[in-house]
């Protein structure tokens, strides 16, 4: 396969960058040698194949990783991929603390990479739990019952929105910081607005 070419402009992600610089390099190599096309995207290198995203660079304080859109659908035959959290449905994440990490890794990541373009080749699609599915908040059942501008707008949204306002609203551990949640983009909500509109 022939090694793609850089794109200029995500150059400046790879500058600015400056904890990971050699590791993230060395991520951008292996993806471009898989022949996938760089972009940008939500800020970050991301390696497509004939318009489909299959692979994205991104940091943390603690690691560096590689993000596999359809990473679910992935065999993982090494046990290497990672649900970031218990939401995220279709991606998984390689993470690497050092360079040498990635070294020893190399082909095991042209492989998973030609294996996610596979994936992709093929239409394989990621069966995402339906919003119905996701936890709701008893909070936000009590204020949905007792306001229906707030229950026709909420059911209104995409269902996308919806699940982004339900895992927020979950997420809190105390019952008072959810009530506090829900008070704070009950507004929002009423505007038809999702959580980060």
């Keep these: 396969m022939a090694?793609?070419?850089t794109n200029p402009k995500v150059d400046w992600y790879f500058v600015k960058n400056k904890k990971w610089i050699e590791e993230i390099e060395m991520l951008r190599n292996i993806a471009l040698e898989c022949g996938l096309d760089e972009e940008l995207k939500w800020g970050c290198p991301c390696y497509a194949h004939d318009g489909s995203n299959i692979v994205l660079i991104h940091?943390?304080?603690e690691y560096c990783a590689y993000l596999f859109f359809r990473g679910v659908l992935l065999k993982d035959p090494k046990g290497v991929l990672i649900q970031q959290t218990k939401n995220v449905?279709?991606?998984?994440?390689i993470r690497f603390a050092n360079v040498k990490e990635i070294?020893?890794?190399?082909?095991?990541l042209?492989?998973?990479i030609k294996e996610a373009i596979a994936v992709?080749?093929?239409?394989?699609?990621v069966e995402f739990k339906k919003t119905k599915e996701f936890e709701m908040p008893e909070e936000f059942q009590n204020k949905l019952n007792k306001n229906?501008?707030?229950?026709?707008?909420?059911?209104?949204?995409?269902p996308g929105r919806q699940r982004g306002y339900l895992l927020y609203f979950s997420s809190a551990k105390q019952s008072a910081t959810r009530e506090a949640r829900i008070e704070k983009?009950?507004?929002?909500?009423?505007?038809?607005?999702?959580?980060?509109?």
């Design 103 to 108: 070294v020893k890794m190399k082909s095991t």
């Design 185 to 197: 983009y009950t507004k929002q909500i009423l505007k038809g607005k999702g959580l980060d509109d």
């Design 59 to 61: 940091i943390f304080k």
């Design 148 to 158: 229906s501008p707030l229950k026709t707008a909420f059911y209104a949204l995409t």
């Design 120 to 125: 992709e080749k093929a239409g394989l699609k």
């Design 89 to 93: 449905q279709s991606a998984r994440q």
């Design 3 to 5: 090694k793609s070419k």
């Design 110 to 112: 042209k492989a998973y």
